[in-house]
């Protein structure tokens, strides 16, 4: 068997110097649960409060929110596809809150 061997010269690739690794622990991640502050509707009302969305794309610098009701720019404009980007250092974005509701006990079963 032949050996094949590549038809580029030594050395005809850049060297590659890193002064430190990418930060590789993010603070989001996809499939996680957050609030946004923004505006949306609520109980056939436009507000502007927080509201709960799943993150569903993180890039170096941004990340991406989609939320299961109608939300809207700024200016008044509905986003259609129910997704908004928001830096990852906004002051408009936090984890979620862990609401717990309380059980309420299940009825009694009667008894014939």
């Not at 068997?1 to 060297?15: C, F, Q, R, V, Y």
């Not at 590789?24 to 946004?36: K, L, N, T, W």
């Not at 610098?61 to 980007?85: I, R, S």
Request: proline share 6%; with cysteine.
């Amino acid at each position: 068997m032949k050996s094949i061997k590549p038809k580029t010269k030594e050395g005809a690739l850049p060297n590659l110097y890193f002064t430190s690794a990418p930060n590789r622990e993010e603070a989001y991640g996809v499939g996680d649960h957050i609030e946004v502050f923004c505006d949306h509707d609520l109980n056939g009302d436009r507000v502007r409060d927080w509201l709960l969305g799943t993150v569903v794309q993180v890039d170096p610098k941004m990340l991406a929110v989609q939320f299961q009701e109608n939300v809207y720019l700024t200016d008044g404009w509905m986003v259609p596809d129910h997704v908004l980007w928001f830096p990852k250092n906004s002051n408009n974005i936090r984890r979620a809150i862990n609401r717990r509701r309380k059980r309420s006990k299940p009825a009694a079963k009667a008894t014939l």
